[in-house]
């Protein structure tokens, strides 16, 4: 798979490469990131052919929207793909009032939810100067789980998004402000609960469909798939373990893997190792092989790492690597995996 290709998003009729760039990484997302490796990341993107970025206010307190409008504006704006999100407001404040965590540090901004109409409106007219472009191709409602809320309060969190932003992206699509709309969530199941209740083009998913989790084929990815809404997805690795194998110490979805978990990557590292095939390459080429995902966003914050993706997503993978992991039931028999093979 070359990176650069582009697929067409069915609803939206918006272009993207197959390969994203998430930018919460140069928003000093756990470690600083300094101004001039941000830059160069995002030219090195540029230069490996990526042109689709998402970015959001949360990422660094607004620190990854100035940092992806800085690189970006001096390219042509028809080239490349922006997404950014709405749902959390920026307001100025001194730096040692702000809990910037797991931000190493930001802009000077606290951060408060804010699912409203208005909330909205404002948030893309903010995001808007703090990129220094001119327009925002996809918008997205962001954390509207229960990851983010917890099982009580996310209800009423969801409610008020469906009722005030929503409204507010709709509006902002008949306009032609954005050519798409959407949630960014942590759950699919969130995610299908929001497709069911908006006329929504998009969503982008962070993990719950991977090598080890493929619940979403329950029903969501299929609808996803018959109704043209893309699927942008990000954390296919679960955080950590399918990057690096099942190691001491390995993280599955941002906590230390657990046994039956370590167990499982091992297994599909032996295919790998019978098949030739990396483990990072199976994790990354799977789910560009579901029809509805056009395109995914790994984690990257450095030179290096990016490469690292590139030759990732360009590794050759037999047709029956894929069929000897469902004949091991290490992935689900109904699992696309078609298209994660193609040159």
């Known amino acids: ?84 999100k709405v749902g959390r407001m920026l307001t100025p ?22 699912y409203s109409y208005d909330a909205a409106m404002r948030s893309i007219e903010h995001s808007l100067q703090r990129m220094g472009i001119e327009r925002i191709d996809i918008a997205l409602i962001h954390d509207i789980d229960i990851a983010t809320h917890g099982a009580q309060v996310q209800p009423q969190m969801f409610e008020a998004a469906v009722s005030g932003a929503a409204r507010a ?53 299929p609808e996803c798939e018959q109704r043209g809404i893309s699927v942008v997805l990000g954390g296919g690795y679960n955080s950590g373990i399918l990057a690096t194998g099942a190691i001491p110490g ?22 790998c190792r019978d098949y030739n095939v990396p483990l990072k390459a199976a994790a990354l080429q799977f789910v560009l092989a579901h029809p509805a995902i056009p395109t995914c966003i790994p984690g990257m914050r450095t030179p290096a790492q990016l490469d690292d993706n590139v030759k990732t997503c360009r590794a050759p993978i037999p047709a029956e690597f894929w069929g000897e992991l469902k004949r091991r039931a290490l992935i689900r028999e109904d699992a696309p995996t078609e298209l994660a093979f193609v040159a």
């Open 1 to 84: 798979m070359n990176p650069a290709t582009r697929r067409t998003w069915p609803r939206s009729g918006l272009q993207t490469t197959i390969m994203g760039f998430g930018a919460s990484p140069i928003g000093n997302l756990f470690r600083p990131v300094s101004e001039e490796d941000s830059h160069t990341l995002i030219r090195s993107a540029w230069d490996a052919g990526i042109r689709y970025f998402d970015t959001a206010p949360m990422y660094g307190h607004g620190l990854s929207e100035a940092r992806c409008g800085h690189s970006l504006r001096w390219y042509p704006r028809d080239e490349y793909v922006v997404s950014t």
């Open 93 to 114: 404040a001194r730096r040692e009032d702000i809990d910037f965590t797991p931000w190493a540090d930001g802009l000077p901004f606290k951060i408060h939810f804010d």
């Open 169 to 221: 992206l709709l509006k902002l699509r008949d306009e032609g402000v954005v050519r798409a709309i959407g949630v960014g969530v942590n759950e699919w199941e969130v995610a299908y609960d929001a497709i069911r209740r908006v006329d929504f083009d998009c969503l982008l998913l962070a993990g719950r469909y991977t090598l080890l989790e493929q619940d979403a084929l329950d029903g969501f990815l």
């Open 250 to 271: 390995a993280r599955y979805n941002y906590a230390e893997a657990p046994a039956d978990i370590l167990d499982r990557v091992r297994r599909i590292e032996d295919v």
